[in-house]
């Protein structure tokens, strides 16, 4: 499990009501909790094969999320007619089923309201999301194989 995993992790955890998460592979062992305060606790055992040192996430979190509201505004204001579908988890997201795949929607497809418009994958499973509106995508606000926040704005459509 690599630092980024990791890091993925935490931040699913600060936004679930999970209050404890343990993970074992083969020889590493990760344990988040978060307190009452919903502050997360790391802990690394000894023995783990790569040793990873604690990192309290919670400045980072902070830092991304005004990023993230700072590009919502910047898209809705350049056109107030279009629509945006955005993301319902974090996780990684992806334009197309695979690698050697075409992409589910690109700028100037029609879309159609329950039409699969990317995968987004949370902790090894890849979820489908669906458009919530008919219309033509306008243009694609993330890159392939990005990590993307809750909320945070994927595509615009014009209806």
């Known amino acids: 499990m690599d630092f980024k ?11 679930s009501n999970i209050s404890e998460l343990s993970i074992e592979q ?3 062992k990760i344990t988040i909790k978060q307190k009452d305060n919903e502050q997360p606790v790391y802990t690394v055992p000894a023995v783990a094969a790569p040793i990873y040192q604690p990192v309290p996430q919670a400045a980072p979190v902070a830092q991304a999320a005004p990023a993230a509201a700072a590009e919502a505004p910047k898209a809705e204001a350049k056109a107030d007619n279009l629509v945006t579908i955005k993301s319902p988890m974090i996780g990684t997201f992806y334009r197309s089923p695979g690698p050697d795949k075409p992409s589910f929607v690109n700028v100037g497809d029609d879309v159609t309201s329950g039409k699969v418009v990317c995968i987004i ?7 489908e999301i669906e458009s ?3 219309g033509k ?6 890159d392939d194989a990005s990590p993307v926040e809750y909320d945070q704005p994927l595509f615009l459509v014009e209806p």
């Open 5 to 15: 995993q990791i890091q993925e992790l935490v931040k699913m955890v600060n936004k």
């Open 26 to 28: 083969d020889k590493f």
């Open 121 to 127: 994958e949370a902790m090894k499973l890849f979820n």
């Open 132 to 134: 919530e509106v008919s």
């Open 137 to 142: 995508i306008v243009k694609v606000l993330v």
